[in-house]
């Protein structure tokens, strides 16, 4: 009997409270730094940061944030890049998911892909 307490508390957790239930887990992080084809025009970050506003929409991104570089005159911060992304997922799974999802292959190959020079990638899970 108490072990299907525990169990069904567990369960009720992971649904009602998912960042609970992830702390385990950690959270993972998805960062991307896109250098543009046109780089440094206003017009092409901008279809690029709409392009890419779908991603946000599949259903294992827990947030999405997308914006353009803010430059500072600290030496330690790189300003050479055009557009910035960060993903977040439940975990290392739920980023798996994403990255084959068609939807994300189709935004990628169809929509960025062509506007992109280069781009740096940087996946980390959070600790506890």
């Known amino acids: ?12 957790l992971a649904g009602v409270c998912p960042a609970m239930a992830a702390a385990d887990g950690g959270r ?5 730094i896109v250098w543009l084809k046109d780089h440094g025009s206003q017009a ?3 279809q690029y940061i709409e392009n890419s506003r779908r991603l946000g929409q599949l259903p294992m991104v827990l ?11 600290r030496a330690v911060v790189d300003g050479s890049y055009d557009v910035g992304i960060v993903a977040t997922f439940e ?4 980023l798996q998911d994403y990255l084959v999802h068609p939807e994300h ?3 990628i190959e169809e929509s960025l892909k062509p506007l ?6 940087y996946d980390f899970k959070e600790s506890n």
């Open 1 to 12: 009997m108490f072990k299907r307490i525990c169990i069904s508390g567990a369960m009720l």
């Open 28 to 32: 993972v992080q998805h960062v991307v």
């Open 44 to 46: 092409a970050r901008q």
């Open 63 to 73: 947030s999405y944030q997308v914006g353009t570089v803010l430059t500072a005159d």
């Open 91 to 94: 975990n290392e799974q739920a």
């Open 105 to 107: 292959r189709k935004v």
């Open 116 to 121: 992109v020079d280069k781009a740096v990638v």
